[in-house]
């Protein structure tokens, strides 16, 4: 089964702090992608990922940044965090194009981040 | 961005009973894929059943099914002899060229 690790469930951060949400997964997929989950707006892609080092905006990418060294990792980056930031943040998968089931994206448990 | 409409925000229904959930979506593309996903109260997104807009055949996934409607932009969950389990908030979503597009989610509840 695929695998896709958050490194938090939970996080508390104050405004203006550096954050960093980290995301594995152990599938190697090449397709990696970061949401924003908020209540009555379902999830919006903030970044995605289709390959080390390449990375595209999504639909709404203000106010965040992304990291992709490893083809395993991909790391969502608030530079300085704001109120309007405190949300539930999903990474998923997919596998690479071409096999079937590109389309099919593998969620992690979510990081609940709240900002004060 | 594609969009995708739950128009249900919430539903509830007894054990054992069935229970539909609706999706509508606009999109000029007639290639493309469609998703339910189901995220329970731990908040572990789900894959519960993938539909290709080039078959039309609608999918099954033992108890789940949908209604897909391509004229008609329509793409319905059908849960049947619904358990405890199966209560979660349910998105739909809509891929095109590997991107998703959600809705805004239909939480159910299962009444014992």
């Known amino acids: 089964d695929v695998k896709v690790t958050q490194s938090s469930r939970y996080l508390v951060k104050r405004t203006g702090e550096k954050v960093f949400l980290e995301c594995v997964q152990d599938?190697?997929?090449?397709?990696m992608f970061w949401y924003r989950q908020d209540p009555g707006l379902g999830l919006r892609l903030i970044y995605f990922s289709y390959d080390v080092k390449m990375k595209e905006k999504g639909d709404i990418p203000e106010g965040y940044s992304v990291s992709r060294e490893k083809k395993e990792r991909f790391s969502l980056i608030l530079e300085s965090a704001s109120t309007n930031q405190t949300s539930m943040y999903l990474c998923?998968?997919?596998?690479?194009?071409?096999?079937?089931?590109?389309?099919?994206?593998?969620f992690g448990p979510g990081t609940r981040l709240t900002v004060l | 961005a594609q969009t995708v409409t739950q128009s249900q925000p919430e539903m509830s229904v007894q054990e054992a009973e069935t229970v539909t959930l609706s999706c509508t979506y606009d999109?000029?593309?007639?290639?493309?894929?469609l998703f339910w996903y189901k995220q329970p109260p731990s908040r572990q997104m789900i894959l519960v059943i993938r539909?290709?807009?080039?078959?039309?055949q609608n999918a099954t996934e033992n108890r789940f099914s949908v209604n897909f409607q391509k004229a008609a932009k329509s793409f319905s969950l059908k849960i049947s002899d619904s358990q405890l389990g199966d209560t979660a908030m349910y998105f739909c979503a809509f891929a095109n060229d590997y991107k998703l597009s959600f809705g805004a989610g239909t939480t159910v509840t299962v009444r014992a």
């Open positions: 998923a998968s997919s596998p690479p194009f071409g096999q079937r089931n590109t389309d099919t994206q593998y």
């Open positions: 599938m190697d997929h090449e397709n």
């Open positions: 539909q290709e807009a080039y078959k039309q």
């Open positions: 999109t000029s593309e007639n290639n493309y894929y």
